[in-house]
């Protein structure tokens, strides 16, 4: 049975099945895909097509492709997945759409946020993180659900045809590295680029509770992971020191006066209480 | 038979928000229970646990067995520390450790499902919003019978930080979302975010309070 997680999983163990594959179908129907290392070659792109159609562009457009395609890193770190990541220029004539899924097989792009008004831009360029590929049209169906709630969805087949009554002229799909590729190649880490970013685990407490994660990534080893990669010094004097105020309260206490406001800085909480709570029990006389 | 509870305040608790163990103090006593603070008591291990220095943390572990020794239920205003003793105690090993995990319980969990109450007669008048914690659903079934309050809906807690770790602070944009929500309060279970919240608030100027859920129901 497809489930996002096996979807996720054959997709990224196949990814340079499904990109050729991707590449082939848009590029038979007219569209044209561009490979691009990271945001930064997204930008100059666009401002070379721009150009050439004689287009001015906002002078902030790379921070806007920055919010459009951050690269994996910043990707992972953001909240769930904005609606409408899109943005007109050039008066209507360029819309640049970030995708929220390619199918490989159809060649077709899935945008999800609000649609282009009447018969769309002229030129629609669609920004993708490699990793959005999807095998078939039916898988879609089941990862729809993890954005639902985001606004329509859109679906693109190239650009316009004889005939047709909307759809841009013409129709570029970057596909963006942006650090996808090592992370690929690393077999402990690939699992991460699974994330569509639904925002399933944003909702979990610090409690180490355990979230399931709808494309099967292992939340609660990545910490670990991490920390094979790159150990913590756990040994020092500082937490033997800790381990043995902890087990002694009355020097507990002590350092607990001391450090209190220091603990107040490093978490900005603007007043430290004057009295621990063990304090004030202790002076009401309770047992 | 008296009712006995033995309060684990936890190191953060103590510290810093002394108020949210006073508060528990109070509702545990007016459902009825007989409250006891042991004062060897003082961390549960997570803090380092979540560094990476298993040692110290197990340490502190066993330090909390003999602390909470004969004590009966052990209730905590953390969910995080309630979690560190019921999932970890029992991977030091030895039928204590396991009996300790057994009998400790997160505040909310211990009115809704061992006190078995869920008015314990607070009046609080005031909008709030509430952070929920993950797989507990007692916190509302209390806010729900507190006089006066009204529960606003807030579903994205996204950017609310996290403490030890230290990953990101409070987003501004989550405490944009808290003020234009028009709540006056935040209510939630976790001290650490609490903490993490009112050090945002502060900051950046918004009469937003935010309460430990045991002050909302000890007001009256």
């Known amino acids: 049975m497809s489930t996002p997680a096996t979807v996720r999983h054959h997709v990224l163990t196949n990814l340079d099945h499904y990109l050729t594959e991707l590449e082939e179908q848009l590029t038979a129907k007219g569209g044209k895909v561009v490979y691009l290392r990271s945001v930064e070659e997204v930008a100059d792109s666009i401002e070379l097509l721009a150009r050439e159609k004689g287009w001015p562009l906002p002078a902030d457009l790379r921070q806007q492709m920055e919010r459009l395609e951050p690269g994996v890193a910043e990707y992972l770190l953001g909240g769930p997945r904005e609606a409408g990541g899109s943005l007109l220029l050039a008066a209507g004539e360029l819309r640049i759409a970030s995708a929220a899924y390619l199918i490989a097989e159809a060649g077709a792009v899935c945008l999800i946020g609000p649609p282009a008004d009447g018969a769309g831009p002229r030129m629609q360029i669609v920004v993708a993180g490699i990793d959005r590929v999807l095998p078939r049209m039916r898988d879609v169906a089941v990862f729809l659900p993890l954005l639902a709630g985001e606004g329509s969805v859109q679906f693109l087949t190239g650009p316009r045809r004889a005939g047709e009554w909307d759809g841009p002229e013409e129709l570029y799909v970057y596909l963006v590295d942006g650090g996808r590729i090592p992370l690929l190649a690393d077999p402990a880490k690939r699992d991460v680029l699974r994330c569509v970013r639904c925002g399933a685990c944003l909702s979990s407490p610090p409690d180490g509770s355990p979230v399931v994660c709808p494309v099967g990534i292992d939340l609660e080893n990545i910490p670990g992971l991490l920390r094979r990669e790159l150990p913590p010094e756990t040994s020092g004097w500082k937490y033997r020191l800790w381990g043995f105020v902890m087990r002694r309260p009355r020097l507990y206490e002590f350092a607990g006066r001391m450090l209190r406001s220091f603990w107040r800085e490093e978490w900005g909480v603007p007043e430290p209480p004057a009295k621990s709570f063990r304090q004030t029990w202790r002076e009401e006389g309770r047992k | ?220």
């Open chain 2, 1 to 220: 038979m008296t009712k006995r509870v033995s309060l684990f305040v936890t190191c953060v608790v103590d510290q810093l928000m002394p108020r949210a163990a006073l508060a528990m103090a109070d509702v545990l006593t007016r459902v009825g229970y007989d409250v006891e603070f042991r004062p060897a008591q003082t961390c549960c291990g997570r803090s380092v646990y979540e560094m990476g220095c298993r040692e110290q943390a197990q340490a502190a572990g066993a330090y909390c067995v003999d602390v909470f020794a004969g004590a009966g239920y052990v209730v905590t205003p953390s969910t995080a520390c309630a979690a560190t003793l019921r999932k970890r105690l029992p991977e030091q090993g030895g039928p204590a450790a396991a009996e300790l995990a057994g009998r400790v319980w997160e505040f909310s969990r211990f009115l809704v499902e061992i006190a078995r109450v869920e008015d314990v007669g607070a009046r609080f008048e005031h909008p709030v919003v509430f952070q929920d914690a993950e797989g507990l659903n007692g916190g509302r079934r209390l806010l729900a019978q507190v006089k006066g309050l009204r529960l606003l809906p807030l579903p994205d807690w996204a950017g609310s930080g996290s403490f030890w770790g230290r990953s990101e602070p409070v987003s501004p944009a989550l405490v944009d979302r808290i003020a234009e929500s028009g709540a006056s309060h935040v209510v939630g279970m976790e001290p650490e975010r609490l903490l993490l919240l009112r050090g945002a608030f502060a900051k950046r100027d918004r009469g937003i309070e935010a309460l430990h859920l045991a002050e909302v129901l000890a007001s009256r």
